[in-house]
């Protein structure tokens, strides 16, 4: 599976940002997605997550209401919209093919896209 992240930048505080991954090689509607982040000193953190099956969406407690993760297995795309950035949001995103747990981690993830940079300005 390739994926390849599109839509970093820079945005503004209380602004928006939309980002996409688009993934190739694997039969996308029956992977599980996932966004994580990392911040520069930080370790990478999971995100957002939308599974293969029921479209179930997990998101982190400090994205919760704020960011949206969706799929369009049309496409072969996974996007996330993020409302209301803050300055923390500011880090490099990645878009993961994943198994999707309670507890989602690093090793949860098959495959990695290249990464996205995001920065906040305040």
């Known amino acids: 599976v390739q994926l390849v992240e599109s839509g970093g930048g820079l945005g503004r505080a209380g602004g928006s940002l939309r980002l996409s991954c688009a993934a190739s090689?694997?039969?996308?509607?029956?992977?599980?997605m996932g966004w994580f982040r990392q911040a520069p000193g930080k370790e990478r953190e999971f995100v957002a997550a939308?599974?293969?099956?029921?479209?179930?969406?997990y998101y982190a407690d400090s994205v919760q209401r704020r960011f949206t993760i969706t799929r369009d297995n049309a496409k072969n795309t996974v996007a996330q919209l993020m409302n209301n950035l803050e300055p923390w949001d500011a880090a490099v995103y990645y878009c993961?093919?994943?198994?999707?747990?309670?507890?989602?981690?690093?090793?949860?993830?098959?495959?990695w896209g290249q990464g996205t940079q995001v920065t906040v300005s305040s």
């Open positions: 993961g093919e994943m198994v999707v747990r309670p507890i989602a981690r690093d090793g949860d993830v098959d495959y």
């Open positions: 939308v599974t293969w099956n029921s479209g179930a969406t």
């Open positions: 090689g694997g039969s996308f509607s029956t992977l599980s």
